[in-house]
């Protein structure tokens, strides 16, 4: 009896570890790409603000509060990758070094596979074209195969699968406020 109740507890204890250290590491993802995002965003309003000087005649118009954001997150071949982007700024995927904002150095990857883009509240997925299609996992049992110049909405948890990469998808709001 005093044996079955010191394994529990060491069961317990042990089960506690984990989920603390699970914690740990996935606030610590989600603080980096949110300081990737705070530094994209930043970039991005200082470019406009040398480009659109204030002027006693211009009328200002106060920035949203928050910004749509993306993460991809990609285990291709033993490596981890990590990208952030505004889908503001289309997204392209593609065999292209100069044209693509992630490249993938692959045969079964076109020159200009696909996009992702933003329009109005939405975050979409498009092929462009390519010769193999791009693949959108969907849980366990929704798969989609887009073609053609066809689209999809994003969804956080999706998973984009171009050539052998797999990008899992998180969309999330930066607070500008803290800019």
Same mark, same amino acid.
């Given at each position: 009896?005093? $044996? &079955?109740?010191? $394994?529990?507890?060491?069961? +317990?204890?042990?089960?506690? +570890?984990?989920?603390?250290?699970? !914690?740990?590491? /996935? ?5 980096? @790409?949110?300081?990737?995002? =705070? ?5 991005? #309003? ?13 009328? +200002? ?5 928050? /910004?749509?954001?993306? @993460?991809?997150?990609? /285990? ?7 990208? %952030?982007?505004?889908?503001?700024n289309t997204v392209k995927i593609g065999r292209d070094n100069?044209?693509? !904002?992630? #490249?993938?150095?692959?045969?079964? %990857? ?6 992702? @883009? *933003? ?15 791009? @693949?959108?996992?969907? =849980? ?6 887009? #073609? ?8 956080? =948890?999706?998973?984009? *699968? %171009? =050539?052998? *990469?797999?990008?899992? &998808?998180?969309? #999330?709001?930066?607070?500008?406020? %803290?800019?």
């Amino acid at each position: 009896m005093i $044996l &079955v109740a010191i $394994l529990t507890i060491l069961l +317990i204890a042990v089960f506690t +570890i984990v989920f603390v250290v699970v !914690n740990h590491f /996935k606030k610590s993802e989600r603080q980096k @790409y949110l300081a990737a995002a =705070g530094n994209i965003l930043r970039e991005q #309003f200082l470019n406009y603000s040398l480009q659109n000087t204030i002027s006693p005649d211009s009328h +200002i118009q106060e920035p949203k509060s928050r /910004k749509r954001m993306i @993460y991809l997150k990609s /285990k291709s071949s033993g490596r981890k990758t990590q990208f %952030v982007f505004d889908p503001e700024n289309t997204v392209k995927i593609g065999r292209d070094n100069d044209q693509s !904002n992630i #490249f993938i150095n692959e045969a079964s %990857v076109s020159q200009n596979h696909c996009l992702i @883009y *933003c329009a109005g509240d939405h975050v979409y997925l498009q092929d462009t074209g390519s010769a193999n299609g791009t @693949y959108l996992r969907r =849980g366990l049992f929704k798969n989609y195969s887009i #073609f053609d110049g066809n689209q999809i909405e994003l969804r956080t =948890g999706d998973v984009i *699968c %171009v =050539g052998s *990469c797999e990008f899992k &998808v998180c969309l #999330f709001y930066y607070d500008l406020t %803290v800019m």
